[in-house]
């Protein structure tokens, strides 16, 4: 600790010169175990997730391809199908019904209405 900013302008300077992949690769060689911490855009970007499984695309209702994560767990060594989440208001109808006890007639009243 007693020389610690001296290693952080070293290690900093050494960086600077390198991608987080490059540097990653190079920290690797050398026997050090050292893994680059990406953003979102970069993860989402990285092929290697793409050729292992860890990303997905599912079609959205409206809006169209969408990359996300796939589920981590895989039982039979395929992730599950992923569906994209409700539109909004998409179940209105079977849960007033449901819930509410409210019959096609009267959600159809309460969409002309403009409340739902």
Do not use: C, Y
Request: proline share 8%.
């Amino acid at each position: 600790s007693q020389r610690a900013a001296e290693v952080d302008e070293i290690i900093a300077a050494w960086t600077s010169q390198h991608t987080k992949e490059e540097a990653m690769k190079i920290i690797g060689e050398a026997g050090v175990p050292a893994g680059a911490v990406f953003d979102t855009l970069e993860l989402m970007k990285d092929p290697s997730l793409d050729a292992r499984g860890i990303m997905q695309t599912i079609e959205h209702p409206t809006t169209g391809k969408v990359k996300m994560p796939a589920w981590p767990v895989r039982f039979d060594g395929t992730p599950p199908k992923v569906k994209p989440s409700p539109l909004l208001g998409q179940h209105n109808a079977e849960v007033l019904g449901a819930w509410l006890g409210l019959g096609a007639a009267d959600v159809d009243a309460l969409k002309q209405e403009g409340i739902i």
